[in-house]
């Protein structure tokens, strides 16, 4: 099976706070009728919340293999990215455009797409998404220049 049928197959995680509340139930809805499974870890409302509590959640998710892919969504992406990228074998990636949804896939094979709903969009930011599940990790000296740092993160 090749990695974009994988990725249609395999459920993702996403969690947001409240600032992206509005924007994770778009990309809920648009994922769900293009026939992705979507495991949804919260926030539920636009109620404040803490950030990191949701951006762990996901991580933790991920690293331990629980989940292949997940989209974390904030106000400006930063705080979910700074989070999820201290877990070993996360590669969360902040993309506001379609370039950077596309390479952080090709060569950083990125298992995390993180997004700020103050930044971009919703017609946008599902375009990424659909930019991001769908393209492949092109591997070879990718994949060499992600073992030069994938160890450095702690267990
Ligand atoms: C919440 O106000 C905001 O700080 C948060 O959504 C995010 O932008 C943090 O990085």
Known sequence: MCEQDQA????????????AYKL???????????????????TNSENSVHYPEFAIEVAKLISKG?????????????GMSMVANRFKKVRAALCHDI?????????????????GS???????ALEIVATWLETPFEGERHQVRIDMFDHLQPD
Do not use: P, W
């Open 8 to 19: 249609s197959k395999s459920s993702i995680v996403i969690g947001c706070d409240h600032a």
């Open 24 to 42: 994770k139930e778009a990309i809920k809805f648009y994922l769900n009728s293009r026939g992705y499974k979507v495991d949804d870890v919260g």
């Open 66 to 78: 629980q989940y292949g892919r997940g989209i974390l969504l904030c106000g400006t992406g930063l």
């Open 99 to 115: 370039f950077s949804a596309r390479l952080s896939r090709l060569h950083n094979n990125a298992n995390v797409l993180v997004m």
């Open 118 to 124: 103050r930044v971009i969009g919703e017609g946008l």
